[in-house]
């Protein structure tokens, strides 16, 4: 420290001009790229989309709170500070300690950290498709769809329908022939909607079978030719349906029999008396095959974008609070072992609170960075739900740029979101001050 | 060791310069080539340089560029350079002419932004090709681009979007011929989902291919007068024609399981993925309701030929509605008014830069100058003339809106008519969350 010098000299005036001299770049910087636009946005916020001239006072800022698609993003962005920063650093919280303790740790802590090597826009894009609603598309549906599968597989006919209202029910309970038959009679099944690659091979023209005494005889076939034909008539040129399993009814609701058709669709109930017979087709021909969760549907894509937005950041959080971890110093926990404290003990009351300064470094980071999140949004959200999905950051763009051009609004928006940042930023400045 | 390692470098960077100065020279000498073939007179007494801001890319960009090519070979003294913006066109415009700086020329999709520059006053008129317009242009396609009197838009690239487009095995399976009335359209409809094909397949991710189909459908019920007034919104969207012609939008949309995919479905295809779902070996759907642009989707996704694979009928006619073509297109606006530019204008104008375009393929054109034999094969040449021939020819009227009605992804036009996907019974609901939102942004945009 050197001594002050006198109070008014000319040392003073040169020092301060040299002191200006070295800030001056950095202000010129600062000026240029922070307070220019903050000023300009602030002004541009209280006029309408027209540019100054415009002026409209605080009607961008009722907007914000009135618009419903604008209220939907503010909503959408608490439900992402409320889950997504929290669940990012359990999880790399858990994952630190795991990796101390793995054999394959480098593996591992290399496997979950490779999404951060990813841009955002270009994870979402890669979510975006791993989400498709089409199981022969979409990765995730394809897994659970493989998985449903094996409990319950499509049936046979599984878009056909009933090509008339004789047939009554749904996919879910089967079809049944609305009238009775009696013994002697004939049950016509027609179905449609059945596309040529689902006509079983070896299926041939339809024939009615002849009645026959003391049996129920019937058909089940494809009610269509090309143009259509007649509805609810077995004609030249349908196809009979084989293989498929038709059930016989009694007046009480029970299965009495089931018959399997032949290739021209024909199935015959032998050795039945009276009436009062229902016949059908079970369930089990019409269920259908998964068709996916609607993960990019309006009410599933926030979460859905939640996650992988998790998947991308788990692994930084990994690293810096592994890190932490391996500062920690090994003779308090060995201590604590010593004293015959258990590992969930040791972590509860040791690791955790010596940890929460780096905890809390992560925390803060990913709550700013979930208050700007935006590509990760706009690429995995279809257009149809973009608008159920969209966060503060996403509207604020929208509105001045994604085709709105209302700067106005769009500065508005800029501004709020600045509101929100700001204690957040002051939480940091405060620990950063603390540290040094 | 470290001088060889210069001396490497700089021969490296020589060689280099020598190859860069040959490809360049190439280059000359094959425009000068061409422009000697063509033989067309020079004008020299006009200079300058252009720069052209523009939604074409790829082919169209290249294709765009060969148009250019035929004007340098008339002007040799101007220095014209396109820039691809893509979609992100208006974006790069409404910031740089906030910013002040301008691009010469531009070519927008959406004539609302014609409309916004304009009020803005930054566009200048191009009524000096008022006569190349009325030699070449069809009347009703000068006045797209007119606001009060004076042309600001010029179409320069036309689209027809009155077409659906079909899976020709699809429509033999199920035994029917393309239909030509409303109801032909909706019986055929009926029949493919029998034959087991679902009849639609619908985009509906991208909310503008729902915008189209309610817009053909209005075009055709409600008529020409009513579809401008509406495009202007002098009569509000709660009006009683609105509200018929959303019923009978219905009966497509509102039609689940005659769509591939269902409601669900349909709301996250995006547009390739609608066109891909019908033209492929073992097709999802047999018809996608969509404009002239489909055949390019259709070649980059698979081997299905045009006319034994896929083909296409112009939009069913509602009533006495022959040739009624709803279009779209891209239209130049120019910001910069010098000889150069207008120059420019002049020769985008004609059919002969224009059959440039339209020989190369993927292009319809506005200018009726332009011989059907331009067109490469049949298909381009049936739904591109379309547009020529058009007794009545309107332009989309969602990209006539103010863009945070009609052209905004997840608001306005778009999402509303998702949700009316989502829920078709609604008409009278989503008549009125569109007059509200209509009204909303002709308030904030006058």
């Known amino acids: 420290m050197t001594a002050a010098p006198p109070e008014g000299g000319p040392g003073v005036v040169r020092r301060n001009a040299v002191t200006l001299g070295f800030l001056a770049p950095a ?6 790229w922070i307070v220019y636009p903050t000023v300009y946005t602030i002004a541009r916020s209280f006029y309408g989309q027209q540019g100054f001239g415009d002026f409209v006072g605080i009607d961008n800022y009722k907007a914000i709170f009135t618009t419903s ?25 858990v994952f630190a300690v795991l990796t101390e303790r793995i054999r394959w740790a480098v593996a591992f802590k290399t496997v979950v950290f490779m999404p951060m090597a990813i841009s955002l826009f270009a994870t979402g894009v890669i979510w975006h ?46 079809y049944v022939l609305h009238k009775p038959v009696a013994a002697g009679g004939v049950a016509e099944l027609g179905l449609t909607a059945i596309p040529p690659v689902d006509v079983p091979g070896g299926a041939k023209q339809v024939a009615v079978p002849t009645p026959k005494q003391g049996a129920i005889t019937g058909i089940v076939w494809r009610d269509f030719k090309p143009g259509g034909g007649v509805v609810g008539k077995p004609e030249q040129g349908e196809l009979g349906l084989p293989g498929v399993k038709v059930n016989l009814i009694d007046s009480s609701g029970k299965k009495v029999q089931s018959a399997t058709t032949a290739d021209d669709g024909s199935f015959t109930f032998d050795g039945v008396k009276g009436s009062g017979y229902r016949t059908g087709i079970a369930a089990a021909t019409f269920a259908k095959p998964f068709g996916g969760v609607s993960w990019l549907g ?37 201590a604590a072992r010593t004293d015959g404290a258990t590992e969930w003990q040791v972590f509860r009351r040791i690791t955790v609170p010596m940890l929460a300064p780096v905890l809390s470094v992560v ?48 500065s508005a928006i800029a501004v709020f979101l600045f509101v929100l940042v700001v204690p957040v930023l002051l939480l940091n400045v405060r620990r950063f001050r603390r540290e040094v | 060791m470290k001088r060889n390692q210069w001396v490497g470098i700089a021969a490296l960077v020589a060689v280099l310069a020598v190859a860069a100065g040959c490809g360049a020279s190439k280059n000359a000498s094959k425009t ?19 720069s052209i801001v523009g939604v074409w890319s790829g082919d169209e960009q290249k294709s765009f560029q060969a148009v250019l090519n035929g004007f340098k070979a008339k002007y040799p003294n101007v220095k014209v350079s396109y820039k691809s913006t893509g979609d992100n066109t208006p974006t790069v415009l409404s910031t740089s002419v906030q910013g002040g700086n301008p691009p010469d020329l531009a070519s927008v999709s959406q004539p609302g932004l014609v409309d916004d520059f304009q009020k803005k006053g930054a566009l200048k008129p191009l009524d000096f090709a008022r006569g190349t317009l009325n030699a070449n242009y069809p009347a009703g396609i ?29 429509f033999k399976n199920a035994g029917i011929k393309a239909p030509t009335t409303w109801a032909q359209f909706l019986a055929a409809a009926k029949t493919l989902k029998a034959s087991g094909t679902p009849a639609y397949s619908i985009g509906g991710a991208d909310g503008w291919t729902l915008t189209d189909l309610f817009e053909n459908i209005y075009l055709r019920q409600a008529g020409p007068a009513k579809y401008d007034a509406l495009s202007t919104h002098k009569i509000k969207w709660t009006d009683a024609s609105v509200k018929k012609a959303l019923k009978t939008m219905a009966a497509v949309v509102g039609d689940t399981s005659n769509i591939a995919g269902g409601t669900a479905g349909a709301l996250q295809t995006d547009f390739p993925t609608s066109v891909s779902n019908v033209f492929s070996t073992s097709p999802k759907a047999a018809q996608v309701i969509e404009g002239d642009f489909v055949p390019g989707v259709v070649a980059s996704s698979n081997k299905l030929k045009p006319v034994s694979g896929y083909n296409v009928f112009p939009f069913p006619t509602i009533g006495n509605t022959k040739n009624y073509v709803e279009g779209g297109g891209d239209e130049l606006m120019m910001f910069r008014d010098t000889p150069a530019t207008r120059a420019l204008v002049q020769y985008l104008a004609t059919g002969k830069a224009q059959s440039i375009w339209a020989k190369r393929g993927g292009y319809t054109a506005p200018a009726k100058t332009v011989p059907a034999s331009a067109y490469p094969d049949a298909i381009t040449r049936a739904t591109a003339t379309a547009v020529g021939k058009a007794k009545v020819f309107k332009f989309d009227l969602s990209d006539l809106q103010p863009a945070s009605f009609g052209a905004t992804v997840g608001q306005g036009e778009f999402k509303i008519f998702q949700d009316f996907l989502r829920n078709p019974k609604n008409v009278n609901g989503i008549a009125s969350s569109l007059e509200k939102a209509a009204a909303k942004a002709y308030k904030s945009g006058k």
């Open chain 1, 363 to 410: 925390f803060i980071t990913m709550l700013i960075n979930v208050l700007k999140v935006f590509d990760i949004v706009i690429s995995i959200a279809p257009g149809s739900t973009q608008s159920d999905a969209a966060v503060i950051a996403v509207q604020m763009w929208r509105q001045s740029f994604g085709g709105v051009n209302d700067f106005g609004l769009g």
């Open chain 1, 27 to 32: 202000l010129f910087v600062l000026g240029l």
């Open chain 1, 69 to 93: 698609i604008l209220t939907t993003a503010i909503k959408n962005s608490a439900i992402w500070i409320l889950v997504a920063p929290a669940i990012v650093t359990a999880i790399g919280l």
């Open chain 1, 298 to 334: 309006s009410k599933l894509i926030t979460p859905a974008i939640i996650i992988a937005y998790i998947w991308v950041w788990a692994g930084f959080a990994m690293v810096v609070i592994g890190a932490g971890l391996a500062a920690i110093s090994r003779e308090v926990l060995e």
């Open chain 1, 129 to 174: 498709v791993m989400y498709i609603k089409d199981p022969s598309q979409g990765a995730v549906n394809a897994g659970i769809g493989a998985v449903k599968s094996w409990f319950e597989p499509a049936g046979a006919l599984s878009s056909a329908s009933p090509s008339t209202a004789a047939l009554t029910g749904s996919p879910s309970t089967g």
């Open chain 2, 142 to 170: 000068v006045k797209i681009g007119e606001i009060k009197g004076h042309i600001y838009g010029l179409l320069i690239k036309g689209a027809n979007k009155s077409t659906v487009w079909y899976n020709v095995a699809a």
């Open chain 2, 32 to 50: 000068s080539a061409t422009s000697g073939v063509k033989g067309a007179q020079k004008t020299t007494a006009v200079s300058g340089k252009i």
